[in-house]
């Protein structure tokens, strides 16, 4: 199941890098999957996290970019530290650096966090 694992773990993030958030939660996550972000929000479902990044990417005028800088994976938990850079709509600028520990089960996402890196 290691190399499994891996192979879905790497898949995840390159989707990511791509942009492809919303594709990668819908394929990856759980029906069930539980995460909170930096701010302490919470959302209890894949359908709720789904809602929520597609709310987030509405609000996307240009991706300048996203950059992964690391990933690790030690038994069912992941980490991979990103950095996102966007332009939005309303003329602001978001350029944030995040690490996500993730819970993996049976193949699955069942748990993420999102830490604020420096």
Known sequence: MKQNLDALFTEKNEMIVKGQ?????????????????????????RDELVAKEKGLLENIKNVNGITLHYAS????????????????????????????RTVWENGKVTEEAYFKGL
Do not use: Q, R
């Not at 594709?23 to 209890?44: H, I, V, Y």
């Not at 996102?84 to 690490?99: A, C, N, P, V």
């Open 73 to 100: 994976i030690t038994g069912d938990i992941s980490f991979a530290e990103f950095t996102f850079d966007f332009d939005m709509k309303d003329g602001s600028k978001i350029l944030w650096h995040e690490i996500i």
């Open 21 to 45: 958030i919303v594709e990668a939660c819908e394929k990856f996550f759980a029906p069930d999957a539980k995460t909170m972000d930096f701010t302490g929000a919470l959302t209890n479902s």
